[in-house]
């Protein structure tokens, strides 16, 4: 495992590439989930209204 | 044609009229290169290499400032949406515009610029051939510029957006003028970028009144 | 094909449609991601000069082929959108835009990283992909401005077209001229790929990856145009009835 995670010493260089590339690509699929709540929240609401 | 003249005999006149306007962005462009060496204090040796990027620099700077006067008082007193009504291309229109933007601005720069190079002391030759890659390319400048501003006449804060829109596109022009001048200074053959830098002016001329004048109905519209 | 197309064009179909391959797509692409990330990090062997070090080009070249692909994309649906005016593709377009300069940045930083161990500097001038990948998002980040500063939306989108258009002319040109300046000035000639042959075993990999990065991008595509859609039909019947959760589309 500490092979693995050393990398013959270019752990660092690559786990932080690694890294951000996880966080970058988990906040462009999170965001779209997110704004997708709140579409449908406000579409409610605006239908909620209507009936009113 | 007609359309062609008119209009840049128009903006040139109104320029005359405001000679700030004139003064501006060659008094800018001569400061900005002055500031350069200020900062710097390099030594001869090392400024003769650094002259022909920063005199480059400096006419996009100065380029870019006087950009947004292109379209922004023919949209606020409703001229631009005359003349993209009228049965004139507009195509036509934003190339006579492009071209009293390069009077106005690109000329002066260009016209003075050999006396700034020697003055950062470069060789006559080498000014020469400094002053020939600008009257190439100050063209480019504007046209590439005009849709720019054709994209963001429309906006309140429209000068800092454009700036971000066509400096990237600048870098072509950028680095191929200023090489020119260094291929020169190092005894080699300039031919080839010069011919480059012809080519990016025809096409910049031929392509962009087409971008320019979409945009500009998008912007009016 | 014409009338296959014109449906998938409708809002109501498309939503419906990509609704339905979504969760499909997620699935195939994590798998894609785990044997890419398997292959890359465990199974090829380490490079003979770079080492190790190596490894970081599954993530790098991958997001960089991906980060002028998703260009591509943006521009050709923005051209659709000019001459045809076909809501789907502007849509398309302005989704692109984000996940185009993510993928840039990943590029930008993953290579920046890469480039301390081969060549000693967090940032080397003299590479003519490094500085054509930060001009890229340059452009990204201009479009997304542009965007975001025209009120009018609909005019915003017809503004983005034309810069998406303008920017594809110049994006060889710009990465041209990059690469014109380097061979002058003899920067380190270490290039990444130009090693003669690439084992097969780094190979299958790195191609993993990229079809992983690709069914990434058209999920995340997907995901944005339809909530885009919602968005823009939200007074229209077929999203009244999603809303209500009677499903009739």
Not at chain 2, 91 to 100: G, P, T
Not at chain 2, 139 to 157: D, E, F
Request: proline letters at 4%.
């Amino acid at each position: 495992m500490y092979e693995f995670l050393h990398m013959g010493g270019y752990g660092g260089y690559i786990w932080s590439a690694y890294g951000i590339t996880a966080i970058v690509l988990t906040l462009s699929i999170v965001l779209p989930i997110i704004q997708s709540r709140k579409n449908h929240k406000r579409i409610e609401h605006m239908l909620e209204q209507e009936q009113d | 044609m007609n359309i062609f003249i008119t209009i840049l005999k128009r903006d040139l006149l109104l320029a005359i009229r405001h000679r700030a306007e004139l003064l501006n962005p060659m008094l800018f462009f001569v400061l900005v290169i002055v500031l350069f060496q200020l900062g710097m204090r390099a030594k001869p040796a090392v400024l003769v290499t650094l002259a022909p990027a920063i005199v480059w620099i400096a006419a996009l700077l100065s380029a870019l400032l006087s950009l947004d006067h292109m379209f922004r008082s023919d949209m606020e007193d409703g001229a631009l949406e005359q003349m993209i009504i009228s049965t004139q291309p507009t195509s036509l229109l934003v190339l006579a515009k492009i071209l009293a933007h390069w009077i106005i601005t690109g000329l002066p720069v260009t016209l003075i610029a050999p006396i700034l190079g020697l003055m950062l002391g470069l060789t006559g030759d080498a000014s020469l051939i400094l002053f020939f890659t600008l009257l190439i390319g100050t063209p480019i400048l504007s046209a590439i510029g005009s849709i720019g501003v054709a994209l963001t006449v429309g906006l309140r804060r429209g000068s800092v957006l454009l700036s971000i829109l066509v400096l990237p596109l600048y870098v072509p022009v950028l680095i191929f003028a200023s090489q020119t001048v260094n291929t020169f200074m190092a005894g080699y053959p300039i031919f080839a970028s010069l011919s480059v830098l012809m080519a990016m002016l025809v096409l910049s001329l031929s392509l962009s009144p087409w971008a320019s004048s979409a945009a500009l109905r998008m912007s009016v519209s | 094909m014409y009338r296959w197309f014109h449906q998938l064009g409708s809002p109501p179909t498309f939503y419906k449609w990509s609704g339905q391959w979504l969760p499909w797509l997620t699935f195939v692409c994590i798998t894609l991601f785990v044997v890419g990330l398997y292959g890359g990090l465990v199974y090829a062997p380490a490079d003979y000069l770079q080492k190790d070090s190596f490894r970081i080009i599954y993530v790098h070249v991958p997001a960089a082929w991906m980060s002028m692909f998703v260009y591509v994309v943006m521009a050709f649906s923005g051209a659709i959108a000019l001459i045809w005016h076909i809501k789907l593709s502007e849509i398309m377009m302005l989704s692109s835009a984000s996940i185009g300069a993510s993928f840039t940045f990943i590029a930008l930083i993953t290579g920046s990283i890469w480039g301390k161990p081969t060549w000693g500097t967090w940032w080397e001038w003299g590479d003519a992909r490094l500085l054509s990948e930060l001009l890229l998002l340059f452009l990204y980040i201009g479009i997304i401005g542009l965007y975001s500063a025209i009120e009018d939306k609909r005019k915003a989108a017809e503004a983005v077209s034309i810069l998406a258009l303008v920017g594809i002319v110049n994006i060889p040109i710009i990465h041209y001229s990059v690469i014109f300046l380097n061979t002058l000035h003899q920067g380190p000639t270490v290039s990444k790929f130009d090693s003669p042959s690439i084992e097969t075993s780094m190979l299958i990999p790195l191609l993993i990856m990229a079809l992983a990065f690709k069914l990434f991008y058209i999920i995340v595509l997907l995901m944005r145009s339809r909530n885009e859609l919602l968005w823009r039909e939200r007074r229209s019947q077929w999203v009244r009835n999603i809303i209500k959760g009677t499903g009739n589309v």
